[in-house]
Every structure is written in structure tokens, then in C-alpha cells.
């Protein structure tokens, strides 16, 4: 078995210190611990804390990645100070290798590492109609549901309500009143639960609030953050793919009638026909909206001209068209009976051995980001497929 | 001040359990917790929950399982209660959301566990816990308009009337710092365990026996403080939990010779026999040389029999545990994990409706003893406990509460935590650190109360918890503000462990017999005749608490002798 006992040595801790009954502004705090290199971030706060001043604040209690306490800013990348290692923490600190902890962003300080999770976070939470829905009468016993959709709605069941996500959520940060990665994630829990009765309720809500599921940029911050592998972006474009595909709801961004714009042109054509994109994505060349939307844009069109980005030619004849090969492609997803939506929790790591990486001993927590590797790998690329 | 028909203290299963049961009552009710509703410690429940939901099963039998785990120090009316009501709660947790892993025919899924005679428990991966209490919290939203939420708010006392009933309790909002007077018909103590007297402990921080000792304080009895359970498996790297769950998919316990020993031990449940049996069997392959890794101190647990893809499926968490906190795959190589301290079967004495003997003070989940778990808990019956005895708490409590007025309660009380904990903050540099204090009970704890007990470790624990006791009277705090000052709680809920150390290490001084978790090298036969009992300890103002018995209730089960 993989041998990671270091002997222990020293770390110096930089903390994020505020105290709202000083009058004072936040200040940078050092401590230098003494720990082994694989112990956590939140173990080297306790010694801190234990040994020195006891007056730290941080909420923590498992220790162990699982009560979703001690979420926390290390070396500017948010995550659980318990599921961050020391030796990883190094890694990522800057030129002076010292570990800087910070409170989480997007919520207000109470204190130091504290912060107010109640007035962002579980706001939100709320806002969702965080409960199920279940028929009325309930079956004398548990509902038949299929095995693998329990499985699906566990991934984002496995979210610890950290708020990672919410702390870097970069969309939230230019719109506080964004629902947010943590929330969405949980509205998909009810909408992808086949026992709740109202999902084209909870879809057309989240669809019709401007600050709702249209309102995320795709930046993954979230999917990074996420100490669990819940991805919560993924599961707002599940949310975004349900809502068009299966309830034709009206998209804010219309991104839906632009995604299978894009399909069919790909099909058709190989590489991209910016002149069929753009009206396709509006019904069509004789749709008002997508005239409505050229004319919207014709000074973006004009500059891309002037500026040899596109001829006139190009733009408007397309002369390249699919090959064998793109057809190939369309064949053979679609040549599948059900739609690819599964996630890790389903399809595990099996398909990973082939590039060998799971196979080599785990250095703990030795990602470039600072983080312990986050719980689901590949979650991004297979639950978005 | 706040008043409500029923206060529930602690927001883990129990208590969030009983709040929804006595909303459901109709009745008034403030959920009161020192953290946030879903850090409560329920959330670390790995493996799942046992009830006889197939049409093959039978409750009875479960009951027999958890007799016979418990070895025979369970009560077996409350056994009953709990087995036979145990498929209508997980059905009941099925209906309002939990999203319990199916079978192929979209029925609840069944996994093995420890000590049962059949495949009768139900799961969500190896998050079970944590997705029943984050449902249960789902509900709590639900409930918003009729069951207050104080999160963040520490209790320091539990308020007794002239009659010596229990009117409500005087808590903290850690927040800000104020001191706040609840009042209440009736308090029902959902607070949790003791893990934390204990070092190292699968335990979160926040287990520090809170209400054990608040209920002490006031007079309640304590029953089987002595019987701590050790997991089998913890990593021996940090005392993390790893479920029994990858024991009930097939993984085997392997010791230097790569024998799986539990043949000598269990040869009809092998892996599978309760936790007390498997983890005396490591203890004793670790003690007889047969350890593996570093001082030949642990064992190995082999989840790498276990087809991958169900690995993934259903051992998820601990696929990360191992990957994160360990640095190894569990897919691809055996763990390395020992027995360490996981919870306590005792707790506050209550009846099957959650009652104590103080009128008007309930006690359901960890910080209770009912008793249903006895000498031993099984695995998988910690969750179904907390939810059943929770659930009958809060419709007990909330029928109680209808026939009575609001007790009258003044604000003395409070004013008295005030200054307590104000003569704390101010208390001069000269003693010991708090966190000094907490870890020397930890380790002695873990060395003199653990799998294997003799009477000289016994005696040598309790002087030092006295000693620990005197020298936390004088242990200082740096933090002086009153703005989460946990350093003060900190200090507060040292008193409260001390307290329930002494009672564990009381009572198992006091059982000189070895039965379920307490195994005596000096007295190594179960002794019916005189400890089929159950042991309570008092608070009594002296020295020690005072020390009385009350007998076992067998309804149909009598003792036998203990084979897996």
C-alpha cells in the first residue's frame, strides 16, 4: 500500500482575521504550525488554534469532508479546509511559501473564517422550493422508480451545502440575486427525482426569473470548487436541457434553439455556416425574430468584414460541406436508444484505467489547484454530454 | 422569550425527526441547535438503515438480531417498539424524498450488515445518513412557518421548576453573544453522543455530550455510560470511519499472515458478525503480533474483492476517504484500519416514548439510552433509533404539551449562565489550555476504556478524570469577545465530557463481567445472574456518582450464549 507518512514539519499559516467587535479592519494573522505534510489545512488551524489563540474562528466539526463546516478560501481557491491538504496548500502558496486562508467569497464576514451563510446561501436554498413534491395519494409503499434515476439524483443528494460554489460563482458576483450553482443543483434534485410531480412547475420558475438558471456564464468555477464532485453547472445545463427538451420551455437566451441550430448545421455542413446559425437559431430565414436579431446585428457583421474576419462570400455560400466522417459521428450518437445523461455516480471511474492515471499511487491532495482532487473526476465531461 | 409547546435541543436526526412529529401534533415547536441543522453529526451515517421492508423479512427477526447484538442488555419492549415500526419510517422517509438506492425492479435495495440474519438494510450509496438528514431539513423548510429554527445557538442549562419538572433551558446565540431564557412544556434532548472524550474517535468535533451532561446536572439518570462501541473499521491514519457498508458488499479482514482471522473468531458471519466480535478479534490478531503496517498496529481491509463498479456505485465516499486521507485505492489495494471509539450505547435513561424520569424531559438519538442497543449496537440501527425514538418523542411531548398552560420561568437562570461564563472569559493565564485538557482525556480514554478493560486501567482513568475535572475549573480561553466565541463554548463543553467520562468509566468499573462492548481481561465471562442489568449512574453532588441498578426487560428473548 502507498506509504505516505512524512515526517512532520513546519507550515506557516496566514489568516484572514476579523473581529467586528474591534472597530477595526480585517488584518493577516501568522502562525507556524507543526504538522505532517499530508494532515489538513483545518488540522493545522486547530493546532493554531489549540495551542496559540484560541480566540480563531472557524466553523468545522467531521473533519472529514463531510458536514460541509469549514469551507474556507486556501491560497485564493475556495474548498473545505479539512479536505485541503498541507503539502498541497504549499504547493499552491505563493513565492514566500506561506498558506493564506481566507473566508469564503459572495457571503459577508461574521468573523475571521466565518461568514454569513444564511443571509446568501441558504436564501437561496429557499428560493427553490426545496422539498418534494410527491403525489397525493402517496402508495402504501415505496414508489417503483428506476434504479439508475436514484442513482443520477444522487449526485447533486451529495452535495454538503459547503457553499464552495457559491463563494466563487462568478455570475453571482456581477448579479447577487442569481440563483446560484448551489441552488440549481438542488432544484435538480427534485427535477430529475421521477417522484416529484410538479417539474415543469419548477422548470418554468426557474426559466422565467431573470436571475435564474439562464443567469450561469458556464465559467466552472463551481464544478472546481465543489469538494463532492456535484458539478452543479452540470446539473443547471441538465436542468436548461430538460426544461427545452422535454417541456419546450421558452429559453430567456434562447440558447436551447441555438444548440440544435448548431447541431444541424455541423450536419449539414461540416464546419460552422455563420449565415444559416444565426437564423436557425430564430425559427429560420423567414422568422421575424431571426430578421429582428440579423438586424440586431449587422454592425457586429460589419466590423467582422471590414476586419477580414469573414468574406462575403464565405459567410453567405458556405462551400464546405460534411464529410463521411462528421456523418459517422451523427450516426453514432444517435444511433443510441437513450439519451447520454448519465453520471459518475453510474458510470464510475471504469473508463478512466485505459489512460492508466487511476492507477498510480494518490500523492493525497497533490492537484496544482491547492485541493484535494475533487470527489468525481470527469464529472464535467461525462454528466454534460 | 421565546415559549413553545415543545423545544427540541440538538438538530440531528432526532431532533429534526421529533420537530417535524410534533408540528405534525399541531402543537408549537422551536428546534434549537449550537450548529447548523445539517453539520449535525447524523450526516457522517455511512451505511444505511435496517428495517424489515421485504415481504420476506420479518420484524421479529430483526428484534431477535438486535437482542442477540446487543447481548441481551437490551430492553426488548423497546426493541420491538423499534423493529416493528421500523418499514412504515423508512417508508415514510421513502415517501417525503430520501432517494434510497433501488433494485432492478425500482424496489428499496437491501444491502448486508453486521449482526443480521438477513439482507434488511436500506441505503443512498455510502451517504445514507446524510441524505436522510438533508431531507429531513428539506422538510424543515417545508415547515418554516410552523417550527422555529435557532441554529447557532448553545445550550448551557436545562431549567427544572420547583415541581422538578424540566420548563425550558437557557442557550447562547453564538452569533451575538446574548444569553437567551426559552421557555417550554416540554424539552426533548436530541443532542448527540460523547465521542470526543475519546482520542482518536470517528466522532465529529461537535460531539462533546452536551445534553448527557446537561441532563446529569439536573438529576437524571445515565444508564450503560459503559458501553462504548469500537468500529472495526477506522483508518488508522487519522480515526476516520469506514463504513461497515464495505464490509456488507463482501470485503474481507486480513491480518500479516493475509488470513482472514474472522474464521477463528465467527466462522458462520465472518466479516459480518456484530462490531463488539470483530473488534476484539482485531484487537486481539494486533496484540498477538499479527498487526500490519507501521508498529504492526493495524489490519487490512480488502475492498478490492468487491466488483469495481458496485464499489463506485455504493462505496463512494470511502473511495474518496481512501483516495484523500489515506493516499491509497481502494479499488486496487487493501486499507489499513484498526478498531477505534465510534459511539456510545448509553445515554440519558428514557422510556420507549423518549420520557425521562424528569417530567417534561424527553431524550431521543445518541444522547439517549432507551435501551435498545444494550451492550452493542448493531450497525445500521443507529439511524433507525434516532428516527423512531425521535418521531415518538415529539408526538409524546406534543400530547403532553395540550393539556397544560406555558410554565411561568424568570430570567435568574440566564443571568446565571451569564456570569458562569463571564468568569470564565476572565479567568487569569495560570492554568492549563483547554485543548491540553481535552486531549490527555482523549488519550486516556482511548487507552484505559477501550476494546480490552482491566481494573487497575480503570481506576488509573478515573483519577485522572478528577484530576482533568479540578484542572478545568482553572483552564483559561484567549478569546474575549462575545461574537462566536467558541472558545468559551469550548470550555463549556469540556465540563460536559469530563462529566460523561466519569460516568463511563464509573460504570464500567462497576460491570465486573464482559458483555457486548465491555470486555473485561479480569472478569471475561458474561455474568447473568448479577449484571443482566442495567447500569445507571447519578449525579449526587460527591465525589463519585451514585450507583444504581435496573433489571433488563425480556419479553420474549432469554439469554443465550453468544455465537456468530
Known sequence: ??????????????????????????????????????????????????????????????????????????????????????????????????????????????????????????????????????????????????????????????????????????????????????????????????????????????????????????????????????????????????????????????????????????????????????????????????????????????????????????????????????????DTVEGREERVDLNLYITGYDEDDKNGAANEPVVVGAGDDGQASPSAPGANAKGAS | MPSHDVLIIGAGLAGQRAAVAAADAGVSVA???????????????????????SVTDDWRSHAYDTVKGADFLGDQDAIEVMCSEAPAEVMHLEHIGVTFHRNDSGELDLRAFGGASVKRTAYVADITGQAILHVLYEQLMKYHET?????????????????????????????????????????????????QCFKPTTNALICTADGIAQAYDVGAPLMDMEMIQYHPTTLVENGFLITEGARGEGAHLLNSDGDRFMEKYAPNKMELASRDVVSRAEQTEINEGRGVGEDKSGIYLDITVVPKKRVHEALREIVNIGKDFAGVDITKEPILIRPGQHYIMGGVKTDINGATPIDGLYAAGEVACVSVHGGNRLGANSLLDTLIFGRRAGEHAAQRAKGMAMPEVGEAQARQDEQKIAEIIARPREGRRISEIKDELG??????????????????????????????????????????????????????????????????????????????????????????????????????????????????????????
Request: charged letters at 25%; aromatic letters at 6%.
Open chain 1, 1 to 330: 500500500m502507498a506509504d505516505t507518512r512524512k515526517p512532520s514539519q513546519d507550515f506557516t499559516l496566514r489568516i484572514r482575521r476579523y473581529d467586528p467587535e474591534s472597530g477595526q479592519p480585517p488584518f493577516w494573522d501568522e502562525h507556524t504550525i507543526n504538522l505532517e505534510p499530508h494532515r489538513s489545512v483545518l488540522e493545522g488551524i486547530l493546532q493554531a488554534k489549540g495551542k496559540y489563540d484560541g480566540s480563531i474562528g472557524i466553523r468545522c466539526s467531521c473533519k472529514a469532508a463531510i458536514c460541509g463546516s469549514c469551507g474556507v478560501r486556501v491560497n485564493g481557491k475556495p474548498g473545505l479546509a479539512c479536505h485541503t491538504h498541507l503539502s498541497a496548500a504549499l504547493k499552491s502558496s505563493g513565492e514566500d511559501g506561506v498558506i493564506e486562508v481566507e473566508p469564503m467569497g459572495n457571503m459577508p464576514i461574521i468573523k475571521d473564517l466565518i461568514v454569513d451563510m444564511d443571509a446568501v446561501h441558504w436564501k437561496k436554498i429557499q428560493r427553490v422550493t426545496p422539498w418534494l413534491l410527491a403525489q397525493d395519494p402517496l402508495p402504501e409503499r415505496e414508489h417503483i422508480v428506476d434504479r439508475e434515476a436514484m442513482v443520477d439524483v444522487t449526485q447533486s443528494m451529495a452535495c454538503i451545502q459547503c457553499g464552495a460554489c457559491v463563494s466563487d460563482c462568478l455570475s453571482m458576483e456581477v448579479d447577487p440575486l442569481f440563483i446560484g450553482p448551489a441552488a440549481l443543483a438542488k432544484a435538480y434534485r427534485f427535477v430529475g427525482d421521477p417522484r416529484d410531480v410538479q417539474q415543469f412547475e419548477r422548470l418554468k420558475d426557474l426559466a422565467e426569473d431573470p436571475h435564474g438558471m439562464y443567469d450561469c456564464t458556464h465559467c466552472f468555477k463551481c464544478i472546481e470548487a465543489c469538494p463532492k464532485g456535484v458539478a452543479p453547472m452540470n446539473q443547471i445545463m441538465r436542468l436548461r436541457r430538460r426544461a427545452g427538451g422535454d417541456h419546450h420551455i421558452n429559453d430567456r437566451n434562447n440558447g436551447y434553439n441555438h444548440e440544435h441550430a448548431f447541431v444541424k448545421n455541423i450536419r449539414k455542413n461540416g464546419l460552422l455556416h455563420e449565415n444559416d446559425l444565426l437564423a436557425d437559431s430564430f425559427g429560420g430565414k423567414f422568422n421575424p425574430a431571426a430578421g429582428l436579431f440579423l438586424a440586431k446585428s449587422l454592425p457586429v457583421i460589419t466590423r467582422a468584414l471590414i476586419r477580414g474576419k469573414a468574406t462575403l462570400k464565405v459567410a453567405l455560400l458556405h462551400p464546405h460541406k460534411a464529410d463521411d466522417h462528421v456523418k459517422r459521428i451523427f
Open chain 2, 31 to 53: 428546534i434549537l441547535s449550537k450548529v447548523h441543522p445539517v453539520r449535525s453529526h447524523s450526516v457522517a451515517a455511512a451505511g444505511g438503515i435496517n428495517a424489515a421492508v
Open chain 2, 147 to 195: 417550527v422555529d429554527r435557532y441554529e447557532e445557538w448553545f445550550t448551557t442549562s436545562l431549567i427544572i421548576d420547583e415541581e422538578g419538572a424540566c420548563v425550558g433551558c437557557v442557550a447562547r446565540n453564538i452569533r451575538t453573544g446574548s444569553m437567551e431564557t426559552f421557555t417550554a412544556k416540554n424539552v426533548i434532548l436530541a443532542s448527540g453522543g460523547a465521542g
Open chain 2, 443 to 564: 488519550t486516556v480514554m482511548n487507552q484505559y476504556v477501550a476494546v480490552y478493560r482491566e481494573e487497575d486501567g480503570l481506576q488509573k482513568a478515573h483519577e485522572v478524570v478528577r484530576r482533568l475535572k479540578e484542572e478545568a475549573k482553572t483552564a483559561y480561553v484567549d478569546d474575549r469577545g462575545t461574537v462566536f466565541n467558541q472558545d468559551v463554548l469550548g470550555a463549556i463543553e469540556l465540563g460536559y465530557m469530563l462529566d460523561a467520562a466519569e460516568c463511563t468509566v464509573v460504570g464500567a468499573i462497576e460491570r465486573k463481567e464482559s458483555r457486548g462492548a465491555q470486555y473485561r481481561v479480569d472478569f471475561p465471562d458474561r455474568n447473568d445472574e448479577d449484571f443482566m442489568q442495567h447500569i445507571n449512574t447519578t449525579k449526587n453532588g460527591g465525589d463519585a456518582p451514585t450507583i444504581t441498578y435496573t433489571p433488563v426487560t425480556v419479553t420474549q428473548w432469554q439469554p443465550e450464549v453468544r455465537k456468530y
